[in-house]
Every structure is written in C-alpha cells, then in structure tokens.
C-alpha cells in the first residue's frame, strides 16, 4: 500500500503562483509514474502533468504546458507541481496519484493508477 497526502493549495489571484507537494509513504516504487490530476468545480477529473520516477522523463497536458512544472525528489519520496501564470480555468481540486507502471502514452489514463491522495484545494480568482 502507498498513501499519498497533498499540500500547498490555496487561493491566489490571476497571474499567481502556487506550489503542491505530494508526499508518499508505504510501499513506494522507485520506477513508476507519478502524475497530478484535476477536478474543476461541476467537471470531470482531468489529467495535469506526471513525472516517471525512473527517468526523469516529464508530460503535461497541453493546457499547463509553459506554466506549470512537475518535479519529484526521490530521498524525500515527494512530488512537486510548480504552478505559475495561474488563470481561473486552473481553479479546481488538485490529486495526486502514483502506481503506474511507466508513463508514456498512459499517463493521461487516470485508471492506471491504484493510489491516490485526497486533494488540495486551488482557487484562482480576478
């Protein structure tokens, strides 16, 4: 079993920064695919970016691409979401999520992954 606890979220204004970290504790794998989700208020969950833990090898969503920034500290077993330029479409519950395999061509299939955090909150306003 892996557990998964976000943190970082918040509000902040259109053009504004935030940082998530998403700590993993448990039974970690040390070569899997760790990616960040989103749930905007009446949306489906969509996929953010991920990061493969092996490589280093990252991917994002058209949507963040230039904006925001995936990043995993392997000794502290935490996964890192830079998020700047921040616009209101980015307000939603964050998650993160771990367990695939590997990432490429995946990473977007939220059913992949087995382990999943709770969320954080990000509220971006005008």
């Known amino acids: 079993q892996v557990q998964l606890v976000e943190s970082g979220g918040g509000s902040v204004q259109t053009g504004g920064s935030l940082r998530l970290s998403c700590v993993a504790s448990g039974n970690v794998d040390n070569n899997s695919c760790m990616g960040w989700f989103r749930q905007p208020p009446g949306k489906e969950r969509e996929p953010v970016a991920a990061?493969?833990?092996?490589?280093?090898?990252?991917f994002y969503a058209d949507s963040v691409k230039g904006r925001f920034t995936v990043s995993l500290d392997n000794s502290k077993k935490t996964l890192y979401l830079q998020m700047n330029d921040l616009e209101i479409e980015d307000t939603g519950i964050y998650y993160c999520a771990t367990g695939a395999l590997w990432c490429s061509v995946i990473w977007t299939d939220q059913r992949k992954y087995p382990y999943w955090g709770r969320g954080a909150q990000v509220t971006v306003s005008s």
């Open positions: 990061i493969y833990s092996g490589d280093g090898a990252s």
